[in-house]
């Protein structure tokens, strides 16, 4: 008796629309939307359709499934969602047709340190396919993307000359309604002919921070490893202090 022959088609996971521009709404709050193709080469059953995504995302509510690329026809009945958490999801469709094509449409929230820190793994959202006939995962992964406007703008550093042998350092950083918890900050002293850490010229007990930041000191600020903004950082910062120059 002949065996009979395993569908040997794959499962083709494709992405149809780019999706993942970072907007902001009236609230301030930062989304992506993604909208993910997948398309069936021969008959497939227990399609499961899953996400991973880095830390700056998280799903807002769940995915809605269509069957046309406008994203107006619900599938019915819609998939059933087997594992929902906050970077993570997955779906199974119970049966997909030959050269068929479901479109997942899900927002996530993007955390603000997407504005300051551009960290790839973070910023990444991979989606997979795979199926009771083809249990070999297929994925894509798209990272998110920003407009210049939402991004938080660079930390300035200004010195000014002042009598007796006196440079004023002023650093500005932060921004009004964002969260800059986790923020990295490094400040190196320098000459024209060296390298070198010039901490032996800082004035001492000149050094401020407005409003206070619990830990944050010339010496933290100019160390090896810099210092790292605490949690609830939110808003505007100035860091004064003063060096000396022959």
Known sequence: KKKKKKNNKILVFIIKKTGGQVNKDNDGNLYADFIVAIHSKGDNTNVVFSDSMGSYMTLNGTV?????EACN?????QPMSTTVANSTFAYTISKMNDNETIYAKYRVNVDKKFTYNDDCVAKTNKASVKSKEHDSETSKEIQLQISDDLKYPKISKEGKKEADGVIAWTINFGKAGYDISGLKLKDILKTEA?????ASQFKKDSFTVSPAVDGLTFDS????????MPEGSNGEYTITYQTTYT
Do not use: H, I, K, R
């Open 194 to 198: 060296s390298d070198d850490y010039l």
């Open 64 to 68: 809605s499934f269509f069957s046309d």
């Open 221 to 228: 600020l100019t160390s090896e490893n810099g210092f790292t």
């Open 73 to 77: 026809t619900l599938v019915q009945p």
